[in-house]
C-alpha cells in the first residue's frame, strides 16, 4: 500500500509507484513524524536598519554569522531603539516551518523539531509559534541560559544576520538518544540539519547520519553560512560521506571551494566536485543544490549539472530576503517526503522561496497556493 511505502523511507519510494506518479503526479500518503529537523531554535528580533547602523557593528550585508563580544550590544539596542518584530527562527526551525506550512492540507505534525531554548518566555514563544504553524516539536529545556536570539537587520531588503545561540548552543546528544526522542528519529523518513548545527552537537548529527545510512533514508544537509565550511572543516568533513543532498548559496559554494581546496571559482564545477566527494550510501548518488539569489538555481544531479530557473518577481514585490534559502530548503523537503519526482521537488523549492521574499521575515500567507 502507499502507506507501507511511505514508512520503508529510504528509496522513499519504489519503480512501481514512481511510474504511477509520473502518470498521475500522484504523492504519496505521508505519516506523522516522516520528516525530521534537529538545530538551533532562535527568536528573531528583526528591524529595518541603514548602511551606517551595519558599520557601527562591523557587520556585512547578506551574512550570517555568529554574534562575538562587539555584537552583544545589539539585542539591547534593537528592542530599545527601534521597532522590531519577533519571530521563530534559526535556519533549520524555519525550513521545518515552510515545509509543513506546505503540507497542512494534507496533515498536521508531519514535521518534528528538535533544538534547545532556555526556560524562559522567548522559549515559551517559540514552542506556541512552531505548534501553531503545525511542528510538532520536542525541545530540551536549559535553565541556566537564556533562549538564543537572531537579529535580523534589514538593509533596503538585503539582510545580515547576528546570532546570539544562548541555549541553542547547550544542546546535548543526552536528549536525542533518550528513548522518548530516538523514538521520533526512528519513525522519521528523511533527515533536515542545517549546518548551523555543526557548531553545537557533531555527535547528535553524525549519530542520525550513521542511522539514515543503516536504513536506507534520506539525509539532507545545508551548508548555511561561509563561515561553516570554513571554520568548521572537520565537522563538515565527518558528515558529509552521509549527506544524499547537500544544499548551499554562491557564497557557501565559493567558501566550501576555498576550504576544501578545489582552486576553482566556478561553482558548476563545485557542485561537481561536492556530488564526487566520497559517499556512504551507495544506493544513490549524492545531488548538490546551488542557489544564487536571483539567478538560476545550479543541480548537479546523475552526472550532469541542470540550471532551474527562479520564480521571476518584480523588484518592488521583494519584500525581505531573509528566510528565502530556508523556505527554499522547506518547499524541497515538503516534496520530497512525498515521494515526488525531483523536478516536483524544484517547483515546490522555488514557489516557497518566491512566497517568502514576498513577506516580512520566514513568514508566509495562512493559506498555501502550491498547485
Known amino acids: 500500500s502507499l502507506k507501507e511505502m ?162 541553542a548552543n547547550h544542546y546535548t546528544y543526552n536528549h536525542l538518544a533518550s528513548p522518548e526522542n530516538w523514538a521520533l528519529v526512528e519513525k522519521a523518513n528523511i533527515f533536515y540539519i542545517a549546518g548551523f548545527f555543526l557548531t553545537v552537537s557533531p555527535e547528535s548529527i553524525m549519530s542520525i547520519a550513521k542511522h ?32 544524499d543532498i547537500l544544499v548551499g548559496n554562491e557564497l557557501e559554494g565559493a567558501a566550501v571551494s576555498d576550504s576544501l581546496g578545489y582552486g576553482t571559482k566556478d561553482l558548476e564545477e563545485v557542485a561537481k566536485r561536492l556530488a564526487a566527494h566520497s559517499k556512504e550510501n551507495k544506493n544513490r548518488e549524492r545531488i548538490v543544490i546551488i542557489t544564487q539569489g536571483p539567478g538560476d538555481v545550479i543541480v548537479y544531479r546523475n552526472g550532469e549539472v541542470t540550471k532551474y530557473p527562479i520564480l521571476p518577481i518584480k523588484e518592488e514585490d521583494i519584500v525581505d530576503t531573509n528566510g528565502a534559502g530556508d523556505a527554499f530548503v522547506g518547499g524541497l523537503l515538503s516534496q520530497l517526503v512525498q515521494g515526488q519526482p525531483f523536478d516536483r521537488c524544484m517547483e515546490g523549492a522555488n514557489f516557497t522561496a518566491h512566497t517568502v521574499i514576498m513577506q516580512s521575515g520566514c513568514t508566509f500567507p495562512s493559506e498555501c497556493g502550491f498547485v
Open 6 to 167: 511511505a514508512e520503508q523511507g529510504g528509496n522513499v519510494v519504489d519503480s512501481q509507484a514512481k511510474r504511477r506518479k509520473a502518470d498521475t503526479g500522484e504523492a504519496m500518503a505521508v505519516q506523522e513524524g516522516a520528516l525530521f529537523c534537529i538545530g538551533n531554535p532562535l527568536l528573531d528580533i528583526s528591524t529595518e536598519v541603514d548602511g551606517a547602523y551595519l558599520l557601527k557593528y562591523d557587520l556585512k550585508d547578506n551574512d550570517a554569522i555568529l554574534a562575538e563580544e562587539k555584537h552583544l550590544p545589539i539585542y539591547k539596542d534593537l528592542v530599545d531603539n527601534y521597532t522590531v518584530e519577533y519571530m521563530a527562527g534559526g535556519a533549520g526551525q524555519n525550513a521545518i516551518r515552510v515545509a509543513q506550512w506546505m503540507l497542512n492540507s494534507k496533515k498536521r505534525f508531519i514535521a518534528t523539531y528538535i533544538g534547545c531554548i532556555g526556560d524562559d518566555e522567548f522559549g515559551k514563544k517559540l514552542n506556541e509559534v512552531a505548534t501553531k504553524d503545525g511542528v510538532k516539536v520536542h525541545y530540551l529545556k536549559n535553565k541556566e541560559h537564556p533562549t538564543g536570539t537572531c537579529a535580523v537587520l534589514i538593509n533596503s531588503k538585503v539582510r545580515s544576520l547576528v546570532a546570539n545561540l544562548g541555549s
Open 212 to 243: 539514515a545510512l543503516e536504513k536506507n533514508k534520506l539525509l539532507v544537509l545545508n551548508l548555511s553560512a561561509p563561515f561553516i565550511p570554513m571554520a568548521f572543516k572537520d565537522a563538515l568533513l565527518e558528515v558529509l560521506p552521509y549527506v
